[in-house]
């Protein structure tokens, strides 16, 4: 059966990083995509970031180019997202997700994709 586990979230001021951590079983990254999105209160489900089965194409959101890195250990069985120079905007609910249906050189943005989802982790930006 296919699972993740989001984990890493947490209270960080303006400018700070984390790590979230997706550990995930069932599957294989060879033919799974995995996307992260992140859900702020009142608001809907927002992809930030992906990576295509096989890890060959990555995407980032414009919002966080440049600030926010995707990244896997196959060893591990975990995804990670490097969040760094966080804003209060980027206050939300992240969760990983996985799908077996896409082509393999595509990620999407799209909830929609994504047949699996963690239970998500909340963090905090603020001072």
């Known amino acids: 059966q296919l699972q993740l586990v989001e984990s890493g979230g947490g209270l960080v001021q303006p400018g700070g990083s984390l790590r979230l951590s997706c550990a995930f079983s069932?599957?294989?990254?060879?033919?799974?995509?995995i996307g992260w999105f992140r859900q702020a209160p009142g608001k809907g489900r927002e992809g930030v970031s992906c990576f295509s089965s096989g890890g060959s194409t990555t995407d980032y959101a414009d919002s966080v180019k440049g600030r926010f890195t995707i990244s896997r250990d196959n060893a591990k069985n975990t995804v990670y997202l490097q969040m760094n120079s966080l804003k209060p905007e980027d206050t939300a609910a992240y969760y990983c997700a996985a799908t077996t249906s896409l082509a393999h050189y595509f990620c999407s943005f799209s909830p929609k994709e994504y047949a699996y989802w963690g239970q998500g982790t909340q963090v905090t930006v603020s001072s």
């Open positions: 069932g599957f294989s990254l060879d033919y799974t995509a």
